[in-house]
Nanobody, 122 residues
């Protein structure tokens, strides 16, 4: 079964940091874009970051720009999201998924994992 397995979430205080990981199972990350997404209760799933499969160029949503950093290690079939200066509004389940390029359309991504919960609270 081709999917990602996300990990690294947890409960952190505002201003804290986490490093999320997503490991690919059953497929290669070569030449594939990897997106990180989040979904808060009652809200639609939103794309927060993406890294290209061709040149490692990156995209960040306005709400996370300057605080989140995406990276990838194709040899380990793993992508990462370093999240710093966490805010309560960052609370959500975080997912990763893949497409051939960094499309803004969430529904075009595939191989979704189960997600990892990030909760920011004092």
């Amino acid at each position: 079964q081709r999917q990602f397995v996300e990990s690294g979430g947890g409960l952190v205080q505002p201003g804290g940091s986490l490093r999320l990981s997503c490991a690919a199972s059953g497929f290669s990350l070569e030449d594939r874009a990897i997106g990180w997404f989040r979904q808060a209760p009652g809200k639609e799933r939103e794309r927060v970051s993406c890294i290209s499969g061709s040149d490692d160029s990156t995209y960040y949503g306005d709400s996370v720009k300057g605080r989140f950093t995406i990276s990838r290690d194709n040899a380990k079939k793993t992508a990462y999201l370093q999240i710093n200066s966490l805010k309560p509004e960052d609370t959500a389940v975080y997912y990763c998924a893949t497409e051939h390029y960094c499309t803004p359309y969430v529904d075009e991504y595939e191989f979704w994992g189960q997600g990892t919960q990030v909760t920011v609270s004092s």
